[in-house]
Antibody, heavy 120, light 107 residues
Framework: EVQLVESGGGLVKPGGSLRLSCAAS????????MNWVRQAPGKGLEWVSS????????YYTDSVRGRFTVSRDNAKNSLYLQINSLRADDTAVYYC?????????????WGQGTLVTVSS | EIVLTQSPVILSLSPGERATLSCRAS??????LAWYQQKPGQAPRLLIY???NRATGIPARFSGSGSGTDFTLTISSLEPEDFAVYYC?????????FGGGTKVEIK
C-alpha cells in the first residue's frame, strides 16, 4: 500500500524557516518523480515544486523560487522541502504528492498534509 | 501560466442526478488535463487523467471528455459520497495549474 506521511509543519514567524519531510512507503520511491502541492486555508490548490526520481531535475513555481529548496534521499525513501524567508501568504497545508507514472505532473497519491502557519 | 476557469462554482443537485462540470483553459492544454475530488479535511483524490482516463479504482459513473481548451467531468448518477469539491488541473506547461474548483452540494 502506497503511503506518504508528511511532518515538520508548525507555527513560524515571518522570515523564519521550516523543513518539511515526507516519508514514503509501499512503492519504489527512487523511480517516481515527487511533488509538493499546497492549499491555503479555504482556498484552492497550488503546485509548489517537483523533483525527478534521481533528483536531477528540479522545478519551482515562481512565488517560491529562491526561498524553497526541494530534495530527496532515495536511500531513506524521503522527500524534503526546506522553506526559508516565510511570508504570511505561505500559510497553507503542504501535501507531498507522487507523480502518476503514466502522466507526469498529475498526482495519483497524496499525503495527509502538514500545516504551515506563518504569523507573528 | 495557464489559467483554468471552472464552472459553475457551486452545483446543487440531488442524489441520482447527473452532474456536468466544466473546465476551460486560457490556452490549449492538448489532452493534459486531470480531475480531482476533495472532501473536507482530506487530500484530493485523482479521478481522471489526460482528459478521459479513469484512475485506478474510480467508478465508471465518473467520465471525462474534451481537448484543447474545453473539458467536462460528468458524474452520471450522483451517489451520496460524491458531494465534494472538484478541481481540474493541467500539466501542459510548468507550473501545472489548478482551476478554482466546483463544489457539488446536496440540493
Amino acid at each position: 500500500e502506497v503511503q506518504l506521511v508528511e511532518s515538520g509543519g508548525g507555527l513560524v514567524k515571518p522570515g523564519g524557516s521550516l523543513r518539511l519531510s515526507c516519508a514514503a512507503s509501499g512503492f519504489d520511491f527512487s523511480t517516481y518523480s515527487m511533488n509538493w502541492v499546497r492549499q491555503a486555508p479555504g482556498k484552492g490548490l497550488e503546485w509548489v515544486s517537483s523533483i525527478s526520481g534521481s533528483g536531477t531535475y528540479i522545478y519551482y513555481t515562481d512565488s517560491v523560487r529562491g526561498r524553497f529548496t526541494v530534495s530527496r534521499d532515495n536511500a531513506k525513501n524521503s522527500l524534503y522541502l526546506q522553506i526559508n524567508s516565510l511570508r504570511a501568504d505561505d500559510t497553507a497545508v503542504y501535501y507531498c504528492a507522487r507523480d502518476l507514472a503514466a502522466a507526469g505532473l498529475a498526482v495519483d497519491y497524496w499525503g495527509q498534509g502538514t500545516l504551515v502557519t506563518v504569523s507573528s | 501560466e495557464i489559467v483554468l476557469t471552472q464552472s459553475p462554482v457551486i452545483l446543487s443537485l440531488s442524489p441520482g442526478e447527473r452532474a456536468t462540470l466544466s473546465c476551460r483553459a486560457s490556452q490549449s492544454v492538448s489532452s493534459y488535463l486531470a480531475w480531482y475530488q476533495q472532501k473536507p479535511g482530506q487530500a484530493p483524490r485523482l479521478l481522471i487523467y489526460d482528459a478521459s482516463n479513469r484512475a485506478t479504482g474510480i467508478p465508471a459513473r465518473f467520465s471525462g471528455s474534451g481537448s484543447g481548451t474545453d473539458f467536462t467531468l460528468t458524474i452520471s448518477s450522483l451517489e451520496p459520497e460524491d458531494f465534494a469539491v472538484y478541481y481540474c488541473q493541467e500539466r501542459s506547461n510548468w507550473p501545472p495549474t489548478f482551476g478554482g474548483g466546483t463544489k457539488v452540494e446536496i440540493k
